[in-house]
Nanobody, 115 residues
Framework: QVQLVQSGGGSVQPGGSLRLSCAAS????????WNWYRQAPGKQRELVAR???????VYADSVKGRFTISRDNAANTLYLQMDSLKLEDTAVYYC?????????WGRGTQVTVSS
């Protein structure tokens, strides 16, 4: 399985922007989906955004129009651009890859939106 190294995140005021990155240790042709999840305190982990193959990205209703998932295949890196951040976006964000034999998770990065 590939190792996923996350970067980005931090603290921002409501309405601000952040970009998360998730670098894979190597290319893996068996990966068929790339995902971003988040987990807020006291809540279950939820899917935020997803890219399957070359298909159109899918977003949770709560982030549609504000977040953008993208992938740089040459750099084996996944991104999550987060704009117009809200207080309720505060969570630990995790990147994830899926293969038929399982998947990999990043260690998570904290995003805090506060005034």
């Amino acid at each position: 399985q590939v190792q996923l190294v996350q970067s980005g995140g931090g603290s921002v005021q409501p309405g601000g922007s952040l970009r998360l990155s998730c670098a894979a240790s190597r290319s893996d042709s068996e990966i068929y989906a790339w995902n971003w999840y988040r987990q807020a305190p006291g809540k279950q982990r939820e899917l935020v955004a997803r890219i399957v193959g070359i298909g159109k990205p899918v977003y949770a209703d709560s982030v549609k129009g504000r977040f953008t998932i993208s992938r740089d295949n040459a750099a084996n890196t996944l991104y999550l651009q987060m704009d117009s951040l809200k207080l309720e976006d505060t969570a630990v964000y995790y990147c994830n890859t899926e293969t038929l034999r399982g998947g990999s998770w990043g260690r998570g990065t904290q995003v805090t939106v506060s005034s």
